[in-house]
């Protein structure tokens, strides 16, 4: 049973580029939860997601950001026009409910650097 | 608001020797959960403990042990007899109504160091 796949592990991008995080969640688990882990820093939420829904977007940024989970397919975290500042670690979780009570699985992140 | 605070940025001992990382939170939610996760030089994230919070008792997983003290919101988290393999950043986490169900709130991190 494999765990939350997150491609690529490592992504380099040139400024004003654009960068596509993909995340596959764990068998039958419906909800995703996008983080972000800047340099030395925890992490902070971004965005939660259930099949073709965007349910709490409160920690994205408002421009360039976007996220989406198709009715099939992988979860897509897109980045519009990086910038140096977009550099960091994003996670990606996943649970089979939601609730304070479920436990979250991460995947090993993607780490995105903008030249 | 929810906030976790996790006062040490970086520990450093030798090897065999006890070490505890601190976590105090903040939350008005009456139900909450307590995590702590572990982030090797690898990268990614591994879940340690879940502790809601009607459930004080402390835990022992090994040499890994956690106090959960609610009178002092905090949920520390005690390694004994370290090993180099221990070497990580950790986390502590707290998820709640207040912040939203399933939106972790995590701490800065504590870099601990285990020295040969």
């Known amino acids: 049973n494999a765990g939350v796949m997150q491609n690529p592990r490592h992504l380099v991008r040139r400024r004003g580029q654009e960068a596509r995080l993909r995340c596959s969640p764990m068998?039958?688990?419906?909800?995703v939860y996008w983080y972000r882990q800047l340099p030395e820093e925890g992490l902070k939420f971004m965005v939660y997601?259930?099949?073709?829904?965007?349910?709490?977007e409160s920690g994205m940024p408002k421009e360039r950001f976007s996220a989406e989970f198709p009715k099939e397919g992988p979860s897509i975290l897109r980045i519009q026009q990086v910038v140096r500042g977009d550099s960091a670690a994003y996670f990606c979780?996943?649970?089979?409910?939601?609730?304070?009570?479920?436990?979250?699985?991460f995947g090993s992140g993607t780490q995105l650097s903008v030249l | 608001a929810q906030k976790v605070t996790q006062a040490q940025t970086e520990i450093s001992v030798v090897e065999k020797e006890d070490v505890t990382l601190d976590c105090v939170y903040e939350?008005?939610?009456?139900?909450?959960?307590l995590f702590w996760y572990k982030q090797p030089p690898s990268g990614e994230l591994v879940f340690l403990i879940r502790?809601?919070?009607?459930?004080?008792q402390n835990e022992i997983s090994g040499r890994y042990s956690w106090n959960f003290q609610k009178s002092t919101s905090s949920f520390n988290f005690t390694i004994t007899a370290s090993q180099v393999v221990d070497s990580a950043v950790y986390f502590c986490?707290?998820?709640?109504?207040?912040?939203?169900?399933?939106?972790?709130?995590f701490g800065q991190g504590t870099r601990l160091t285990i020295n040969p």
């Open positions: 979780a996943s649970s089979r409910r939601t609730g304070t009570n479920e436990k979250l699985f």
């Open positions: 068998k039958g688990h419906s909800h």
């Open positions: 997601l259930q099949k073709e829904n965007i349910i709490d």
């Open positions: 939350t008005r939610d009456t139900t909450y959960y």
């Open positions: 502790r809601n919070s009607f459930d004080e």
């Open positions: 986490a707290l998820s709640g109504k207040e912040g939203g169900a399933q939106k972790l709130v």
